[in-house]
C-alpha cells in the first residue's frame, strides 16, 4: 500500500516526501509542475534506503482521467494533499483561479480517493483561515474569517473534508501551517518559488547580493518594534507532523472495525508558539549570514495581521510533535545552507 502525496514536488511537500520514504513509506507522488520542481523529488529519493525511484506522475488534480489512472496504478492506503495555489496577494487578483485549483481540484481528488476506497487523508491547510486573529496564541477552535481568498479556499477545503467524512467516512486531519522556513540538512531541497515573496528566503537572497536590499512592509504595527510578528516553524517539523497525522489516522482506521470514524475530519495548528518580528528575523539574517542585508521601510501589505503566533498544544499532546527546530537562528541557518549551496535553487 502506497501513500499518495499531491504537490510532492513543492517545498513542504518534497520536503514530506522525504521524510516519509526515510521512515520506509512507499510514495507515489502526483505534481503538474506548475510550481513544484522535479528535482526535488529525485533528491528526496535519496532518502530511500535502496536508492529506488519515487513513483512520479505529472498530472493535475483537476483532471479525473489522470488521477483515477494513478489510483489504477497504485494501491493508495492514503493521500497527502499539497497541491495548490498559495500566494495570498495573487489570490486577491485572481480569486476563481484559486477556487478552480484549490477547491474545485480537491473536490476531484477527494472524489477519486473516496471512490476507491481511501479513509485517510492528510490536509496542507494554513494559518490563513484564521484572518486577523481574535487572541495570541490562537487556538483551533477560534473564529475562521479569512481576510483573502486563499485562506477561504483552504477553510473551504477543511468544510469539504467534514462533510466527506459525514457522508463517506473519510477520516482527516488538515495541519493549519504557521510561516515554513527552512530545509532538508542533507538532501539539497529546499524553498525555490518564482516569484520569492516570503520573508526569509528574500533576506537571504539579499545577502547573497541577488536583490539590492529588502523592503520590511510597515513599522507602526501595534508591536514592540512596529513591524509584524509570525511564527516561524521549520519545513521538516511540519515534514514530520504529516508522517504523524498519517500514523494517527491508520491507527484509527485499522483492521479493527469498531474504531473506524472515531476521528472525524481533525484540525491542528503548527507553528513553534513563540512569535519572531520582521525585525527579529532581518538581526538574525545578518548575525547566520555575516553580511549587511540593506533594508528599508514600505508601507504595509495589504491583508498582513500584525500578529500570528499558534498554539500547538494540540498537536504535541494528539500527535506527539516535538518540534526539533525551535529557534529562529537555526531555522535562519538551516535555509542559509540551502541558499549558499544553490543560489538559484533548482535552477542551473
Ligand atoms: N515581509 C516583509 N518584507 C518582505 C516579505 C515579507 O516585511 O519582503 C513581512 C510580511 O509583511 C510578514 C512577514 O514578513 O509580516 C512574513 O511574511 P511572509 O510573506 O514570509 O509570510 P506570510 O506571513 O505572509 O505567510
Redesign the pocket.
Known amino acids: 500500500m502506497a501513500i499518495l502525496v499531491t504537490g510532492g514536488a513543492g517545498y513542504i511537500g518534497s520536503h514530506t516526501v522525504a521524510e516519509l520514504v526515510a521512515h520506509g513509506e512507499s510514495v507515489v507522488v502526483v505534481d503538474n509542475l506548475s510550481l513544484g520542481h522535479r528535482q526535488a523529488v529525485q533528491r528526496g529519493a535519496r532518502a530511500l534506503a535502496d536508492s529506488g525511484e519515487i513513483p512520479f506522475h505529472m498530472g493535475d488534480i483537476r483532471d479525473a482521467h489522470a488521477l483515477t489512472e494513478v489510483f489504477r496504478q497504485h494501491e493508495i492506503e492514503a493521500v497527502v494533499h499539497f497541491a495548490a495555489r498559495s500566494l495570498?496577494g495573487e489570490s486577491v487578483q485572481v480569486p476563481l483561479d484559486y477556487y478552480e485549483t484549490n477547491v474545485w481540484g480537491t473536490t476531484v481528488l477527494v472524489k477519486t480517493a473516496v471512490a476507491h476506497g481511501v479513509k485517510s487523508f492528510v490536509f496542507s491547510s494554513s494559518a490563513a483561515t484564521y484572518g486577523e486573529p481574535l487572541r495570541t496564541p490562537i487556538q483551533e477552535e477560534d473564529p475562521t474569517l479569512p481576510t483573502n481568498p486563499y485562506g477561504e479556499t483552504k477553510r473551504a477545503i477543511e468544510r469539504l473534508l467534514y462533510w466527506a467524512h459525514q457522508a463517506h467516512g473519510l477520516q482527516s486531519i488538515s495541519l493549519r501551517y504557521f510561516?515554513a522556513a527552512g530545509a532538508h540538512p542533507d538532501l539539497q531541497i529546499g524553498e525555490d518559488h518564482h516569484p520569492e515573496?516570503?520573508?526569509?528566503p528574500?533576506l537571504l537572497q539579499t545577502a547573497l547580493g541577488q536583490r539590492p536590499g529588502?523592503?520590511?512592509?510597515?513599522d507602526d504595527y501595534p508591536t514592540d518594534d512596529g513591524?509584524?510578528i509570525?511564527d516561524y516553524v521549520h519545513v521538516m517539523d511540519l515534514a514530520a507532523a504529516h508522517r504523524l497525522a498519517l500514523i494517527r489516522l491508520r491507527g484509527s482506521n485499522g483492521s479493527n472495525g469498531s474504531n473506524a470514524n472515531k476521528l472525524g475530519a481533525e484540525v491542528f495548528n503548527l507553528g513553534n508558539g513563540q512569535g519572531f518580528s520582521?525585525q527579529q528575523v532581518l538581526t538574525a539574517a545578518r548575525a547566520v549570514t555575516g553580511r549587511a542585508i540593506p533594508a528599508t521601510v514600505g508601507p504595509r501589505?495589504p491583508g498582513?495581521p500584525a500578529v500570528?503566533v499558534a498554539s500547538s498544544d494540540r498537536a504535541r499532546q494528539v500527535l506527539g510533535w516535538q518540534p526539533q527546530f525551535a529557534d529562529l537562528t537555526g531555522i535562519v541557518a538551516s535555509a542559509w545552507r540551502w541558499h549558499q549551496g544553490a543560489p538559484n535553487g533548482y535552477g542551473v
Open positions: 495570498v510561516n515573496t516570503h520573508l526569509i528574500i529588502v523592503t520590511v512592509f510597515g513591524t509584524c509570525r520582521v501589505r498582513d500570528l
